[in-house]
């Protein structure tokens, strides 16, 4: 008996440890714990993203050290750094035979020196962009180290000013180079080893120079490499270099996207619908493109140029060869030639499509439509071109071809308000010079009744009647021009019907009378073209006429 009380006993014992109120109570208790234990590991997040470069807090020999005699120099930061691109960034001037190899110790750049440093001659170690942070690479900009092997640093200075040629604004982190005349080598593969980079404003400065003759140049580069490459970067230059005997400021350097002195082709394109496309690195004066093979093809070719003419589109009759050769020429001169060959699967297929600029199905009073052909126009059936106006025929509507764009034409007509409009080009409205049609189209619009348009009269008067000016209208920000004017004396220039906003004008002091504003040329030494803001902008409002008075001066 005593023996089957005591199972009782731990069987009811059993049942209240498994008690359901028991164990809700334990379900919550390890919840809280959890909880608990995820907050206690969870990591801040949030706050200002770190944009602060490191700090130098220790240089071992003390930078502007003389008569140094150091194997080692050790520069210590005040938080972990990296060195990107060291052997494009870190330079030594004047050169040493064996190039320096820093290194990376966790908050120091350890640097070995050679034996070979030369006597007496002052050493300028420049760091460029190499410097940053382990974490953000916060760059530390332009630091250079400096020691002498002898009693005496160099300690002349040259500081001045990047701007671009066409807007005059600042341009910063251009890469500003000097380069004694005896070795002058933006041109080659020798990259400059005295060089700094512009601040925010423009500004640079270089120091610890030595008494020479340089060349001075600024390169906005693409690959950083201190050698000019290509016209595709941008470069300011002195015509004449510089003898530094003393400190010398107020440089202004401007920069320009320069021209290449050989013609080269950039690309070249067989389309699918068999056109061909070829851009050139150089606008051409008098460009020719000749079909060499098959030589058929050549006669009744239909060729393009852009405005600048640096690049130009061809039109074929028959799109069943395999290969083309292809000669360029500018003032009959040769500059190149190309084959270019098919695919073995690739087929051609010719179109000719009708783009208009009608957004929102809106069409306005000053831009009116404008039609884009994808080839050649060689005719134009009116017939075929159906306007309806509330559902009336309208044939007062006016079609010309556009000055500048071959390929583009502007319909005009009084644009009513509150009318619905539908214009319709008939299959074969548009036809080309290869038996091609437009296909049939409809568009239906009304009038943008939203007009925000006004003029403004320039009355701009010149200093010098026997040469020529280009006065610009700008946008704001110098980037976009509205319209050029060619003029040699004072002259009353309407701009009708401008978008209202904020607008500028520049003077371009047109020396070649080229009516264009030409970039500058280093090979030649020749400076950009220049150019005059009239220093304030002003508001176009709509339905509102204005004069402005210029006073260009010499």
Same mark, same amino acid.
């Given at each position: 008996?005593?023996e089957?009380?005591?199972i009782k006993?731990?069987?009811?014992?059993?049942?209240?440890?498994?008690?359901?109120?028991?164990?809700?109570?334990?379900?919550?208790?390890?919840?809280?714990?959890?909880?608990?234990?995820c907050?206690?590991?969870?990591?801040?997040?949030?706050g200002?993203?770190?944009?602060?470069p490191?700090?130098?807090?220790?240089?071992?020999?003390?930078?502007l050290?003389?008569?140094?005699?150091?194997?080692?120099i !050790?520069?210590?930061?005040d938080?972990?750094?990296?060195? +990107?691109?060291?052997?494009?960034?870190?330079?030594?001037?004047?050169?040493i035979?064996?190039?320096?190899?820093p290194? !990376?110790?966790r908050?120091?750049i350890?640097?070995e020196?050679?034996?070979?440093?030369?006597?007496n001659?002052?050493?300028?170690?420049?760091?460029?962009?190499?410097?940053?942070?382990?974490?953000?690479?916060?760059?530390?900009?332009?630091?250079?180290?400096?020691?002498?092997?002898?009693d005496?640093?160099?300690?002349?200075?040259?500081?001045?000013?990047?701007?671009?040629?066409?807007?005059?604004?600042?341009?910063?982190?251009?890469?500003?180079?000097?380069i004694?005349?005896?070795q002058?080598? $933006?041109?080659?593969?020798r990259k400059?080893?005295?060089f700094?980079?512009?601040?925010?404003a423009?500004?640079?400065?270089?120091?610890n120079?030595?008494?020479? +003759?340089?060349?001075?140049?600024?390169?906005?580069e693409?690959?950083?490499?201190r050698?000019?490459?290509?016209p595709?970067?941008?470069?300011?230059?002195?015509?004449?270099?510089?003898t530094?005997?003393?400190?010398? *400021?107020?440089i202004?350097?401007?920069?320009?996207r320069?021209?290449?002195?050989?013609?080269r082709?950039?690309?070249r394109?067989?389309? *699918?619908?068999?056109?061909?496309?070829?851009?050139?690195?150089?606008?051409?004066?008098?460009?020719?493109?000749i $079909?060499?093979?098959?030589?058929e093809?050549?006669?009744?070719k239909?060729?393009?140029?852009?405005?600048?003419r640096?690049?130009?589109? !061809?039109?074929?009759?028959?799109?069943?060869?395999?290969?083309?050769?292809?000669?360029?020429?500018?003032?009959?001169?040769?500059?190149?030639?190309?084959?270019?060959?098919?695919?073995?699967?690739?087929k051609?297929?010719?179109?000719?499509?009708?783009?208009?600029?009608?957004?929102?199905?809106r069409?306005?009073?000053?831009r009116h439509?404008?039609?884009?052909?994808?080839?050649?126009?060689?005719?134009?059936?009116?017939?075929? $071109? $159906?306007?309806?106006?509330d559902?009336?025929?309208?044939?007062?509507?006016q079609?010309?071809r556009?000055?500048?764009?071959?390929?583009?034409?502007i319909?005009?007509?009084?644009?009513?308000?509150?009318?619905?409009?539908?214009? +319709?080009?008939?299959?074969?409205?548009?036809?080309?010079?290869?038996?091609?049609?437009?296909?049939s189209?409809?568009?239906?619009?009304?009038?943008?009744?939203?007009?925000?348009?006004?003029?403004?009269?320039?009355?701009?008067n010149?200093p010098?009647?026997?040469?020529?000016?280009?006065?610009?209208?700008?946008?704001?920000?110098?980037?976009?021009?509205y319209?050029?004017?060619?003029?040699?004396?004072?002259?009353?220039?309407p701009?009708?019907q401008?978008p209202?906003?904020?607008?500028?004008?520049r003077?371009?002091?047109?020396?070649?009378?080229?009516?264009?504003?030409d970039?500058?040329?280093?090979?030649?030494r020749?400076?950009?073209?220049?150019?005059?803001?009239?220093?304030?902008?002003?508001?176009i409002?709509?339905?509102?006429?204005q004069?402005?008075?210029?006073?260009?001066?010499?």
């Amino acid at each position: 008996m005593q023996e089957s009380s005591k199972i009782k006993t731990r069987s009811n014992r059993l049942k209240i440890g498994l008690n359901p109120k028991w164990g809700v109570f334990a379900f919550f208790i390890g919840l809280i714990l959890l909880t608990w234990q995820c907050a206690s590991i969870q990591q801040p997040t949030g706050g200002p993203r770190d944009s602060i470069p490191p700090k130098i807090i220790n240089e071992t020999p003390p930078n502007l050290t003389r008569n140094f005699n150091a194997e080692k120099i !050790v520069i210590e930061f005040d938080e972990y750094i990296r060195l +990107t691109n060291p052997l494009r960034e870190i330079s030594v001037s004047p050169d040493i035979d064996q190039p320096i190899s820093p290194r !990376v110790r966790r908050r120091n750049i350890e640097i070995e020196l050679p034996d070979s440093l030369a006597e007496n001659t002052t050493y300028t170690i420049n760091f460029g962009k190499a410097i940053g942070d382990f974490n953000e690479n916060n760059p530390l900009l332009n630091y250079s180290y400096v020691f002498s092997t002898g009693d005496i640093i160099d300690s002349l200075a040259v500081s001045g000013k990047v701007i671009n040629a066409l807007t005059k604004l600042s341009e910063k982190e251009v890469t500003v180079m000097l380069i004694p005349t005896r070795q002058d080598s $933006i041109f080659g593969k020798r990259k400059a080893n005295i060089f700094t980079l512009t601040d925010t404003a423009g500004n640079f400065q270089f120091r610890n120079l030595r008494e020479d +003759t340089y060349h001075i140049y600024a390169l906005k580069e693409e690959n950083n490499d201190r050698v000019y490459n290509d016209p595709s970067e941008l470069i300011g230059f002195l015509n004449d270099s510089i003898t530094l005997a003393q400190d010398t *400021s107020g440089i202004l350097l401007q920069l320009s996207r320069g021209i290449a002195r050989n013609f080269r082709l950039l690309d070249r394109k067989l389309e *699918s619908n068999g056109r061909l496309t070829f851009a050139f690195n150089k606008p051409l004066e008098n460009p020719e493109i000749i $079909i060499t093979y098959p030589p058929e093809l050549n006669e009744d070719k239909q060729l393009e140029y852009s405005v600048n003419r640096d690049s130009a589109v !061809v039109w074929l009759n028959d799109l069943t060869f395999d290969s083309l050769k292809v000669r360029f020429l500018d003032d009959g001169n040769p500059l190149d030639s190309v084959t270019m060959r098919r695919g073995r699967n690739e087929k051609y297929d010719r179109d000719f499509i009708i783009t208009d600029n009608l957004t929102g199905n809106r069409v306005n009073r000053i831009r009116h439509i404008e039609l884009t052909a994808g080839a050649p126009v060689q005719a134009i059936d009116r017939s075929k $071109i $159906i306007l309806l106006e509330d559902s009336i025929p309208r044939t007062n509507f006016q079609l010309a071809r556009d000055t500048v764009a071959p390929r583009r034409f502007i319909l005009r007509y009084n644009w009513r308000p509150k009318r619905n409009y539908s214009l +319709t080009f008939e299959e074969g409205a548009f036809s080309g010079y290869f038996g091609d049609k437009s296909k049939s189209v409809t568009r239906s619009f009304t009038l943008d009744e939203t007009e925000n348009f006004g003029d403004i009269i320039l009355k701009v008067n010149v200093p010098d009647t026997t040469l020529q000016y280009l006065v610009q209208v700008t946008n704001e920000k110098m980037d976009f021009v509205y319209r050029s004017v060619a003029i040699r004396g004072p002259s009353d220039i309407p701009f009708r019907q401008m978008p209202g906003g904020k607008y500028t004008v520049r003077i371009v002091y047109d020396e070649n009378f080229n009516g264009k504003w030409d970039p500058g040329n280093v090979y030649e030494r020749r400076q950009p073209e220049r150019v005059w803001y009239i220093g304030k902008t002003f508001i176009i409002r709509a339905n509102w006429e204005q004069e402005e008075t210029i006073n260009v001066p010499k």
